[in-house]
DNA sequence: TATGAATGAGAATTCATTCAT
DNA sequence: GATGAATGAATTCTCATTCAT
C-alpha cells in the first residue's frame, strides 16, 4: 500500500504503510507493533515517536482514508464519472461507474479491508464513516438521479437511497466473489461479467417486457 | 446467542454460547478465554477440556456454522422458499426470501459477524463457505432459475450467479444499513422499505418501459 | 521484612515481603516487578494476579502499615507503655518509650523507609497517614499529658503537640544519627546516649536551676 | 528553585534549575530527561552536553547543595547567628536560629527533598553530606556551647551531639507539620507555636522548677 | 471432571542515550 | 554548540495454557 505524498515524515508514512500491510493481513489486535516496526524499516521504538499508542495507528489509518483518500479519491471520482461523463447513456455510465470503483476498491484494499472490519466493531468509526463518505455519496447519486429522471432515463419513483444501495451491493458482491472466491480471469471475461451487473442493476431480474430493453 | 439442543457436554455448549457472544463483540484476537470462561460460568481451565487451544474454539463456532446451521437453517429454508412457495409471482416469492433471510440473518446475527471477520483474513474458512454453503446455494438458485425461466416469469439470458449475487448484495446493503447505519424504524416503514429493495431487484433502477411492470 | 500470619494466600504475602525488601533498598520507582518476582520466588505474572499494578503494590504495603502495624504495633504499644507502665517517674517512662520505639522503628524500618519517601511526595498518603497514625497518637499523648499534669510530673502550660513533636523530633534525630550516620555501637553505649537524649527532652539545653532536677 | 549566579554556562544552570524542580516534585527515578528538557526549555540531547548521564544530573544538584548551598548558606548563616548575635540570652539566639533555619529550609525546599530522598538510598551521599556539613555544623555548636556554658547559659554536661539533634529533631518535626501536614497558618500563630518549640528545646517537657526559667 | 493458581512467553510502551545535521 | 529524531534495551502488563488438587 503506498501512500500519495503528503507533508509527513518520511518514517511515519513508512510506518503507516507497512502498519496498513500488517493489519490487513492479520486484523488489528492480532498485528504487533513489533511487526510493523520490522515492516516499516525502523526501531519499535520509532513507531510510539509517531503514534501515541497503537490505536492511534488504527486511528492514522482511518483518518488517512477519511480525509486524504476519503474527498478526493472516493468522492471526486464518484462526481465525475456520474457528471463529466460524455455519455448520454445511463447503462454506459453505470458500467464506468462499476470499472472505476472496482478498480478504486482494488487500489486501496488493505485500507479497506482495516475499515470495513473496524467499522464491525466500532460504532464511532461507522458513524464518521456515515458522516464523512457514505451520506455524502448518497446526496451526489440523488442530483445524479435527478439529472437521468429529467432525462426520462431513471424513473422517478425510484428511491435513490435503494438505488444506491443497490449498485454499491452489486458491486460488492461483484468485487468479493472475484477478490475472495473467485479466480482470476481474463480481462475479457471480466468485462463479459461486468456487464452481467450491470445488465441487472439495470434492469433486475425478472422477465424482459421487450428484448429491445437491453443494450 | 442460544445453540440448539445437541449432543454435545451442557459445559461444551455454554462456552460455545459465551465465545460467539464474546468474540462477536470485540473479535477474536481481542477476546480473552478468561472473558469467555466468565461469561459461560466455568473455570477457565475447563475451556481447554473442550478446545485444545483459545483457535479451536473458533474452530468449533465455523464447524458449527457450517454443519449445524449451514444445512438446516440456511439451506432447506432457502430451497422452502424458493420451492414450496405457493405463490406463482417471482415478485412475492423475492419479497418473502429476503424478509426470511434477513430474519435469519438477524438471528444469527452474532455468529455471522465472527464468520465474515475471520472469512476476510483466512483462506480456508472462505474455501469452506464456498463449499458447504455458498456453491451449494447457488446450486438451489440456478434449479430455481430454470422454472422461474420455464413460467415465463424470469428472463433466460440472466446469469444465475450475477443474478443471486444481486439478490444478496441487495440483501446485505439492506441488511447493513439497517443494522450499521439505520436507526430503529417501524415495522411498516420496513416493508415499504423492502419493497423498494424487491422492486429494484425485479426491475432494476432504469426507467420502465411501461408502468404496468411494477406491481 | 517478616510480615505477620494473616489471612492472606502464601504467594501474595511473599510478594508483599519481597517487595517491602526491594523498594525499601531502591525505592519505588527504580524497582523493577521482575526483581521483586525473583526475591520473591515467583513468576513475573503471579505478582499481577494478587496486584493489579505495580503501584498496587506499593498501596498493598501502605494499606498494610496502615491496618496491620498501625493500630496493634505502633498506637497499641504506644498506650501501653504511656500508661500500663508501673514507673511513676516520667523520665523512666519517656526512657522506655524511646526504647521501645527504637526497637519498633527497627523491626519495621524497610516499610518505614518506603512510606517516608512516598509520603514525601504524595498528599493522599500523608492524609491518610494523618487521619490514621499521627493524629490518633497525638489524642493518646494528650491524655497522657494530662495525667503527667495531675500528677505535677509535666508543666501544664507545655503544648502537647510541640511536646510530642519534640519527642518524635529527638528520637527520629537519634534514630538517624544511629542508623544512618552512626557507627554500630555497644549496647551500654546505646544506653548512655539514649540517657542523654532523655534529659534534653525531659530538661531541655538550658542550664539546670540545679543539679538535683536530673537524676 | 532558582540557583545563584555562577560561572557556568546559562543552559547548565537552566538545566539545573529545571532539574531541581522536576525531581523534586516526583523523585530522581519517576522523572525523565525529556521533562526536564522541556521544562529548562533545551532540547533535550542538550542535557547530554553538559551532563554524561541521568545520574550526573543528580550528582551536579548535591554537588551544588554541598559546595555552593553547603558552605555559604548553612554553614555561614549557622556561625553567623550563634556568634554575632547581639543577643546575650540563650533563648532568643536559638529561636532566632529556628527562624532562620526555616527560612533557609523553605528556600531550598526543592533541593533539601531531593538530597533526603536520595540520602535515604545512598550511603555515598550520607557520607558526604556528614562529612562536608553536618560535622561541620556540629564543631560550630560544639563551639558555641562552650561559650554558652562559660557563661552560664547552657549546662556543661549536656552532650552536644544530643543537643544540636534535639535543635534540629525540633526544628525538623517542626517544619514538617507546618509543611506536610499543617494547615497555613498566620504569621502571629507561627510565631507562638516557634515560642512553644523553642521552650521545650530550652527546658524540655518536664514540670519546670519555678515558672521564672520561662521567659 | 472441574478447577483456578501459577506460569512465562510475548505484547505495548517508556526513556536514557546517541548522532547526523 | 545545539538540536531532536531515532534507537533498542528494559519495563510493565497480558493471557493462553498447564497442572496439581
Same mark, same amino acid.
Given at each position: ?59 492514522? +489509518?482511518?483518518?488517512? &482514508?477519511?480525509? !486524504? $483518500?476519503? @474527498? ?7 462526481? /465525475?464519472? %456520474? ?24 487500489? +486501496?484494499?488493505?485500507? &479497506?479491508?482495516? !475499515? $470495513?472490519? @473496524? ?7 461507522? /458513524?464518521? %464513516? ?86
Amino acid at each position: 500500500m503506498q501512500l500519495p505524498d503528503l507533508k509527513m515524515p518520511d518514517k511515519e508514512k513508512k510506518i503507516l504503510e507497512a502498519a496498513i500491510t500488517v493489519i490487513s493481513e492479520k486484523g488489528f489486535s492480532a498485528s504487533t507493533t513489533s511487526e510493523i516496526a520490522q515492516m516499516a524499516g525502523v526501531a519499535e521504538g520509532t513507531i510510539f515517536r509517531y503514534f501515541k499508542t497503537k490505536k492511534d495507528i488504527l486511528r492514522g +489509518i482511518f483518518i488517512h &482514508l477519511v480525509n !486524504i $483518500v476519503g @474527498e478526493p479519491l472516493i468522492l471526486d471520482s464518484f462526481k /465525475k464519472i %456520474l457528471f463529466h461523463s460524455d455519455q448520454k447513456d445511463l447503462r454506459a455510465i453505470i458500467k464506468a461507474l462499476l470499472k472505476e470503483r472496482f478498480v478504486l476498491m482494488e487500489s +486501496i484494499y488493505p485500507m &479497506l479491508r482495516i !475499515i $470495513v472490519t @473496524e467499522a464491525m466493531y466500532h460504532e464511532d468509526i461507522r /458513524k464518521t %464513516l456515515h458522516e464523512k463518505i457514505i451520506s455524502k455519496a448518497l446526496e451526489i447519486f440523488k442530483l445524479f438521479q435527478e439529472e437521468m429522471v429529467a432525462k426520462g432515463l431513471m424513473d422517478k419513483d425510484i428511491d435513490p437511497l435503494a438505488a444506491s444501495r443497490s449498485i454499491y451491493g452489486n458491486l460488492v458482491g461483484f468485487f468479493i466473489y472475484q477478490k475472495f472466491f473467485g479466480f482470476v480471469i481474463k480481462l475479457e471475461d471480466f468485462d463479459k461479467d461486468l456487464d452481467r451487473v450491470v445488465d441487472i442493476i439495470m434492469y433486475g431480474i425478472s422477465a424482459r417486457q421487450n428484448s429491445d430493453a437491453r443494450q
